[in-house]
C-alpha cells in the first residue's frame, strides 16, 4: 500500500487488535502500527488468561455470526504442529430445572434461527458425551456440536506472525500516554516524547478502555471486573486422556443455574464461576509488572484468588461431578474482564471526534468476527454484519456516566446466566428518566417498563374495567406462562379503545434532534431517501443507508421552516452519524453550516390517535384539524388550550390523529387539556403493548428488531421509502438495484393459525416441506411450556429457513400476528412453523398490511 494511504495505529495486541490489524491487512490496509504496552508474546490482558470457551448460543444474530468466524479464522490458523487454533469438542450447557430446560428449548432455537448447528438432548446423552456428570442432577443439555475452546493465545501469535509479513509494524513494550486532535479528528498518538502521526486511532486497549477514550473526551462505558477461574489437581478419569498440558476432548459444560462453567484442562478440570459477589476493578490499583515480569501467572489482569468467593462453588462443583470429591483446587485466580451497561460489546466511531474508532468489551468468543467486522467498518465505510446493537454511540448520555456504567455491569456480572426474558426491565437504576406526564400516569395506575433510562407505561390498570364492556371478539386468549411475563389482558381493552374511539399515548421517549442552518436541508437531502426540498410543513418517512444500501435507520423528517428540520430518530446512533456528517459539511463550506442539537429532554409527545381524535381537539382549538387544514404526513404549529404546540399528522398505530409536541415544561398542561376534552369521548390512556400490537397490524417496521444495515429497502417492505422522484444522487442510491436484484430473502408477514399461539421474538421459522423440517413432533407440557427433551433430537432440530423479528397479539384481527424473514420465493398462503420452546406453531404466509389496507383510518 502507497505511504499516502491513511495511517492506521490499533491500541492494543490482546486477540482483537492484532486480528484488526491482520483483517485490515486483507483489505490492503497495511499501513498500520500496532501498540502494546505490555510483550507481543503475553501482553497482560484479558486474552493473556481468557480460558477460550466459544459457545455460540446469542439472542444476538451479529454476535453469533461474529462466533462463527471466530471459530472459522481460528481453525485455519495452523501453527508449525499442522493444527489449528480452535479445539472443536463442542458445548454443553445443562439444566437442572425444569425451567432452565425450557429456556434451553429457547437458546436452541436462536441457533437454529441464525444457521448454527443445536440440539436439546435428555440426561442420558448429557452423560455419555460428560461421564463426570451427576446423571441424577441433569434433567437435559444444549448440544451445540460445533463450539470447543479458542486457543486464543496461539491464534494471536499467528495473527501477528501473517499481518507482520503483510507490512504491518507491531511496537510492543510501549505506553499510550495521549492522543492528539486537530480540527475535531484525531491527528497523533503521544507515547511519552514520541508523536507518531495517525488518521485513525482503534483503542483495542480490553478493560484499559475507559482511559484512551478520556485521552479524546470519549466515554467508553465499561467497568473492569474480576472472575474468578480455578483449576482441581489430577482427576483420576483424566490421566493420560489429553494432551498436555491444556489438552481436552470432552465439551465445555455450563452449569448456568449455578453461574459455573468447565473445561478439561490435561488431566485436571478449569472451573469458571459467575456466583461469586461482583468485584469492580480500579485500574489504578492494578499490579504494575514490568513487560520483562509478566508471565502467565504473573500479569496485570490476573489479581489474588479470594476462596472464600469460590467456596460455595466448589461445593456445587462436586456435587454436579462427584469425581472432584477426590480432587483439590490447586490454584485460581480472579482475572478482569470488561462489562458494560448492556453487557454488549462497544465498536464503532466516536460521536466527539471523528477518526477515534473502538473495539471494546469483546470476548474471545466474537474477537476474530469483531475485528473483521470493524475492519470492514474502516476501509469501505460499513460491515456486511450488522453493529447497530454494539455501536458505541447507542447509550444516551446519562447511561455513561461512572455511577450508572458501575453499577448496570455489576448487575449484568449478576445476572450473566440467568434466564432473562425478552421484556424484563433492569431492577435498577430505575426512574432515571420520566416524561412530564409522570404523574397522571401514575394516577391511571399505569405499569412501567423502562428502556434506555427511560419509565414507559405498557398498560393502564384504570383501563381494566374496560375488559367487562369490550366486545367479546376482541379479547385474547390466554397465554403460557413464559409468553404471559410482562404481559395483561388489559391492552385488549386498549386496543379496542384506540381503535373505536380515542386514547393519548406517551411518545415523549423518541429520540428527536434539530438540524438546523443555511446547510440542513442540502445536507438531509443527501443522507436519504426522500427529497429534502420541500417547502416547509412537509413531513417525510425516510430512510438512512450505508454505501452498500444496507438500512441504517429509519427517521421522520418534518422541515420547520426553511432552515431548521425535525428529525425524529432511533437512537443516539443516528445524532452521531448525522452530528457527524454536519461537522463535515460546515468544515468544507462555512456557507452551509449546519448545528444539530437533540431536543428530546427539553420537550414531550403526546399520540393522540383513534376515529374520535378530531372530535376532542376541536374542543380546544380553532385552528382547522379537518384533512383539508392538515393534511397526511404534513405538520404546523398551533394552540391547544392555551399550549402551544406542533403537531404532525401521522400515526404509528394506523388511526387518524396526530403527534403533538411541546415543551417539556409545558407537558402536564397539555396532558390535561386533551384528557380535560376527550372525557366525553371516552378518553383513554393505552400503553406499549396495544401500541406494539396495533403497528403489526398495519404492518409498520421497527429498525434493529425488523431490519439493519444487513437489509436493503425493497426486501424489507420499505421500497415506498426511496423516492422514485428524488433523481439527485444520496448516500447508498448506486447500490440499490444491484443489492435489490441479489436479495434471496424478504420481510414476511405471517399469522399463526391457532389463536392462543403467541411467539415473542427471535425464534426460528421452517417450510413446511422444506430442508428445516425435521421429526415434526408437537410433544408440549400442560402449560404450553417446552418440548421434553429427546436423546435422538427435539423438535425443530436443523437449521431454520428464517426467524422471527417482531410479534404481537393482533386485537383488531383476533389472530397472533408474526413478522419473518424468509425466503423471497415464497408466496402469500404457504404453510410454515414456528419452532417455540420446543414446539412447532402452525403459521400462514400473509399479505400485509392486517389491517385499513386502504388507508382510509390514516387518511380520514
Known sequence: MPHSAPRVIIIGAGIVGANLADELAQLGWTNTLVIEQGPLGIPGGSTSHAPGLVFSSNPSKSMTEFAQFTIEKLSSLTGPDGRGSFLPVGGLEIATTEDRLRDLHRRAGWNRSYGVEADVIDAEECARLFPMLNRDMVLGGLLTPGDGLALAAKGTQLVIERARAAGVEFRDRTTVTDIETTGGRVSAVICGDDRIPADIVVSCAGFWGPEIGEMVGTPIPLLPLGHQFAWTTEVPSLVGANEMPAGAKRPILRYQDKDLYFREWGETIGIGSYAHRPMPVDLDSLPTYSPDEITSERMPSSLDFTPEDFAPEWEATKTLLPELAQTQIRRGFNGVFSFTPDGGSLVGQSRQVDGFFVAEAVWVTHAAGVAHAVAELIAEGQSTTDL?????????????????????????????????????????????????????????????????????????????????????????????????????????????????????????????????????????????????????????????????????????????????????????????????????????????????????????????????????????????????????????????????????????????????????????????????????????????????????????????????????????????????????????????????????????????????????????????????????????????????????????????????????????????????????????????????????????????????????????
Open 388 to 860: 447497530s446493537g454494539l455501536d458505541l454511540n447507542r447509550f444516551e448520555d446519562v447511561q455513561t456516566n461512572p455511577d450508572y456504567v458501575s453499577e448496570t455491569s455489576q448487575q449484568n456480572f449478576v445476572e450473566i446466566y440467568d434466564i432473562i426474558h425478552p421484556l424484563q426491565p433492569r431492577v435498577s437504576p430505575r426512574d432515571l428518566r420520566s416524561s412530564p406526564f409522570r404523574a397522571q400516569q401514575e394516577k391511571l395506575g399505569a405499569f412501567f417498563l423502562e428502556t434506555n433510562g427511560w419509565e414507559r407505561p405498557h398498560w393502564y390498570d384504570a383501563n381494566a374495567g374496560l375488559l367487562d364492556e369490550m366486545p367479546a371478539e376482541w379479547a385474547a386468549p390466554e397465554r403460557d406462562s413464559w409468553a404471559a411475563q410482562f404481559h395483561s389482558p388489559i391492552a385488549a381493552a386498549e386496543a379496542w379503545k384506540t381503535r373505536t374511539s380515542v386514547a393519548m399515548f406517551d411518545m415523549t421517549q423518541l429520540k428527536r434532534f434539530e438540524v438546523t442552518g443555511p446547510g440542513a436541508g442540502e445536507l438531509l437531502h443527501g443522507m436519504t431517501t426522500s427529497s429534502m426540498r420541500r417547502l416547509p410543513g412537509a413531513v417525510s418517512y425516510t430512510l438512512l443507508l450505508d454505501e452498500a444500501g444496507g438500512i441504517t435507520s429509519d427517521i421522520t423528517v418534518a422541515i420547520l421552516d426553511e432552515q431548521t428540520y425535525q428529525v425524529g430518530a432511533n437512537s443516539n446512533i443516528d445524532l452521531a452519524y448525522i452530528s457527524r456528517a454536519a461537522r463535515r459539511q460546515s468544515a468544507a463550506d462555512p456557507a452551509k453550516w449546519v448545528i444539530v442539537r437533540e431536543t428530546t429532554p427539553g420537550t414531550c409527545c403526546i399520540g393522540l390517535w383513534g376515529p374520535l381524535a378530531r372530535d376532542v381537539i376541536a374542543k380546544v382549538t380553532d385552528e382547522d384539524f379537518s384533512d383539508a387544514g392538515l393534511k397526511y404526513f404534513r405538520t404546523k404549529p398551533a394552540v391547544l388550550g392555551g399550549v402551544p404546540v406542533t403537531a404532525m399528522r401521522l400515526s404509528y398505530v394506523g388511526e387518524l390523529g396526530w403527534e403533538i409536541y411541546t415543551s417539556a415544561d409545558l407537558g402536564s398542561r397539555l396532558w390535561d387539556v386533551l384528557w380535560g376534552a376527550g372525557e366525553e369521548f371516552g378518553i383513554i390512556a393505552g400503553g406499549r403493548e396495544a401500541f406494539n400490537s396495533m403497528r403489526l397490524e398495519k404492518g409498520f417496521r421497527s429498525f434493529g428488531t425488523d431490519m439493519t444495515s444487513e437489509h436493503e429497502p425493497v426486501q424489507a417492505g420499505l421500497g415506498f421509502a426511496v423516492k422514485a422522484s428524488k433523481t439527485d444522487d444520496f448516500t447508498g442510491k448506486s447500490a440499490l438495484e444491484s443489492r435489490a436484484a441479489a436479495a434471496t430473502t424478504k420481510l414476511t408477514c405471517l399469522t399463526l393459525d391457532v389463536p392462543s399461539d403467541v411467539v415473542l421474538g427471535k425464534e426460528p421459522v421452517y417450510v413446511v416441506g422444506g430442508s428445516g423440517v425435521a421429526d415434526g413432533g408437537t410433544s408440549a407440557d400442560s402449560d404450553g411450556g417446552a418440548a421434553s427433551a429427546k436423546s435422538n433430537g427435539s423438535v425443530g432440530t436443523g437449521v431454520a429457513d428464517g426467524y422471527v423479528t417482531s410479534a404481537a397479539y393482533g386485537y383488531t384481527i383476533g389472530k397472533s400476528i408474526a413478522y419473518a424473514w424468509l425466503p423471497n420465493t415464497l408466496s402469500v398462503g404457504d404453510a410454515v412453523e414456528i419452532e417455540y420452546l420446543g414446539r412447532r406453531l402452525p403459521a400462514t404466509i400473509t399479505a400485509e398490511p392486517l389491517f385499513d389496507p386502504e388507508m382510509t383510518r390514516l387518511k380520514g
